[in-house]
């Protein structure tokens, strides 16, 4: 499983998921975080230094969601995000990509996917899921970040 992370709320929310459908499973996960330099304004000169700071956070950022599971990998590139998520998908012989989406919308038939998830499930060589609440495979119930049980 191919996790995508931007360190957002709702990345933490796919991480959690796809965390708990390795366990399940008994699968490994990658997380891959992409800094797009272009994006987000920074000088190619400094994006190594960058990517290595991020790549050292990872761990233990996502140490909670992945509390228990054994294969685990961290990884952090520059580039185009979608390119870059979907390449790794190829690389990794993922079975799925999860992604984060950043919509306040709770209708999923009204959200608007960003352009990257748009991107990704398009080209993808598996399929894809978008995340933007945490869900609990165990109880089937989503949660808001807050961890209140979202309204339906």
């Known amino acids: 499983i191919l996790v995508a992370s931007d360190f957002s709320d709702q990345a933490d929310c796919a991480v ?44 233990g950022a996502f140490d909670h969601q992945l509390r228990g599971l054994k294969d685990v990998e961290f990884a952090c590139v ?24 950043h919509t306040r919308e709770p ?21 894809t899921m978008s995340i933007n609440r945490a869900f609990d495979m165990r109880c089937g119930m989503m949660y808001d970040q807050s961890g209140d049980v979202a309204r339906a």
């Open 16 to 59: 959690a998921y796809g965390a708990q459908m390795a366990r399940h499973y008994r699968g490994r996960v990658a997380i891959l975080h992409v800094l797009d330099t272009e994006m987000e304004g920074i000088e190619p000169s400094y994006a190594a230094a960058i990517i290595q700071k991020r790549q050292r956070r990872m761990p």
């Open 78 to 101: 520059t580039g185009n995000p979608s390119l870059e998520i979907v390449r790794f998908a190829q690389d990794c012989g993922a079975d799925l990509v999860l992604m984060a989406h």
């Open 107 to 127: 209708d999923p038939e009204k959200a608007f996917l960003g352009s990257t998830v748009v991107k990704v499930s398009q080209n993808a060589p598996c399929p």
